[in-house]
């Protein structure tokens, strides 16, 4: 029997580029090796304020981005998180094993306190890794497709798993996380430093999904460049080395290649080329996902839950045995 595979995305701000080939893309091929169960994880989402709307059109939205993207109901189950009460329950137990210095080591708690002070910072910003760690663990997970900012929120499951094991007896299997390598972590339009993201203050730092063919263009032209001309794969170039894994990430070329094409060229003929492979790809995709109605999409989900809800209830069950509370 193939390993347990899980994975999800947060239903808030705009899916972009970097949520594709960052983990989608790597979803899609991961599916054919593993039992693959993939989640639209809406109560992530509500640890910072969310519009109730536009909330519920965004829970649709990623999964029928999934869909159009390829992930393929017949190979992997796929539910919304909040649809499954276990999430919670299971979160709430292990946050009773969870060390409030452990959290607060977590990278995004750590930069938000510091930012904006403690004092305006939700409980669920904090606490959301033990939610994320329940979500793993439910499901006997083997195997958890992350980003490289999200490989400590995988090692605090690893440490809340064995804990939990310690103490009451084997009851989760410790997951291993995979990370891509260059598709990894891709970089922000406007300052390759920093991750492309969907909550972004400018929408120059990533390209949306949705985005049209004019959008992608203004996009690509404003974005950053390095000082020179040459178009070169270089950490001293970091805007352009990012820019270089997004071309042969969606054009399926070497590096080398594409700079060899581009040699002798300047960055707007280079910027040119991208945009336009950029666009050759979301055309189809966007054709894909305009074709998904949100009653196909709804059935999936719902179907997905059924799937997954037996498997919940009962590793919950487990639970409640063996830390001593009576369940039916």
């Not at 009460?85 to 094993?97: F, G, K, N, R």
Request: aromatic share 8%; with cysteine; charged share 25%.
């Amino acid at each position: 029997m193939s390993k347990r595979l899980f994975s999800g995305i947060q239903p808030s701000g705009n899916l972009h580029l970097g949520n594709y080939l960052g983990a989608i893309q790597n979803w899609v091929k991961l599916q054919d090796e593993y039992e693959a169960i993939f989640c639209v994880v809406d109560l992530h989402a509500i640890t910072v304020p969310q519009d109730p709307v536009e909330l519920r059109k965004k829970i649709i939205e990623v999964a029928k981005i999934y869909l159009a993207a390829g992930i393929d109901p017949k190979k992997s189950t796929m539910f919304v998180q909040s649809h499954i009460s276990e999430h919670t329950q299971l979160a709430w137990i292990l946050s009773t094993l969870t060390k409030i210095t452990e959290l607060e080591r977590m990278t995004q708690f750590k930069d938000k306190s510091q930012k904006d002070g403690k004092e305006g910072i939700g409980a669920g910003l904090l606490t959301y890794p033990t939610l994320m760690a329940a979500d793993i663990l439910l499901y006997d997970t083997a195997v958890v497709p992350v980003g490289e900012d999200q490989v400590q929120h995988i090692e605090l499951t690893r440490v809340l798993a064995r804990r939990f094991n310690e103490k009451f007896g084997e009851t989760f299997v410790i997951p291993e996380s995979i990370v891509g390598k260059k598709s990894a972590r891709i970089m922000g339009l406007d300052d390759p430093t920093k991750k492309m993201s969907k909550s972004a203050a400018s929408e120059y730092n990533y390209i949306a999904l949705t985005d049209d063919a004019e959008t992608v263009r203004k996009k690509i032209k404003k974005a950053v460049t390095d000082s020179g001309s040459e178009i070169v794969y270089s950490d001293s170039k970091p805007a352009l080395k990012n820019l270089l894994n997004i071309f042969a990430l969606l054009y399926d070329k070497k590096l080398e290649a594409i700079a060899e094409e581009y040699a002798g060229k300047n960055y707007s003929d280079f910027k040119n080329g991208l945009a336009e492979v950029i666009i050759n790809f979301l055309s189809p995709f966007q054709e894909r996902l305009k074709n998904i109605s949100d009653e196909e999409v709804l059935a999936v989900l719902r179907a997905g839950a059924e799937k997954v809800k037996p498997l919940a209830r009962e590793k919950m069950h487990q639970v409640f045995d063996k830390i001593g509370l009576i369940s039916y």
